[in-house]
């Protein structure tokens, strides 16, 4: 099992930066790939970006030159952190960031949501035109 928890959320202006954290704990979540995803009102969830536990990175064409996915490979459990960084964001950016861990660990990332087990609650990011 591993459990997430996002931070980071918040408004911002068009243009601006952010950058979320996934706080991850359980068991040894340094050895699982990570995914941010994000769901705006009345759309799907989309896929954003992933890290891979070796920190091969996947990233969204919608996002590519902006955003920067990272982690925190700590063998403590307490400090196993992913992180999102999201430079010159746009109004379309707006949307509920939600990280998840694949669901068997050794993983390399996936695009796809339903190769995700584990998921965080979500946190609001709203870009201001």
């Known amino acids: 099992q591993v459990q997430l928890v996002e931070f980071g959320g918040g408004l911002v202006q068009a243009g601006g930066s952010l950058r979320l954290s996934c706080a991850a704990s359980?068991?040894?979540?340094?050895?699982?790939?990570v995914g941010w995803f994000r769901q705006a009102p009345g759309k799907e969830r989309t896929f954003v970006a992933a890290?891979?536990?070796?920190?091969?990175?996947?990233?969204?064409?919608s996002v590519k030159g902006r955003f920067t996915i990272s982690r925190d490979n700590s063998r403590d459990n307490a400090k196993n952190t992913v992180y999102l960084q999201m430079n010159s964001l746009k109004p379309d950016d707006t949307a509920v960031y939600y990280c998840?861990?694949?669901?068997?660990?050794w993983g390399l990332g996936s695009l796809q949501k339903n190769d995700y087990n584990y998921w965080g609650q979500g946190t609001q990011v709203t870009v201001s035109s």
């Open positions: 359980g068991r040894t979540p340094s050895d699982y790939a």
């Open positions: 998840a861990a694949e669901k068997s660990p």
């Open positions: 890290i891979s536990w070796t920190g091969g990175t996947l990233y969204a064409d």
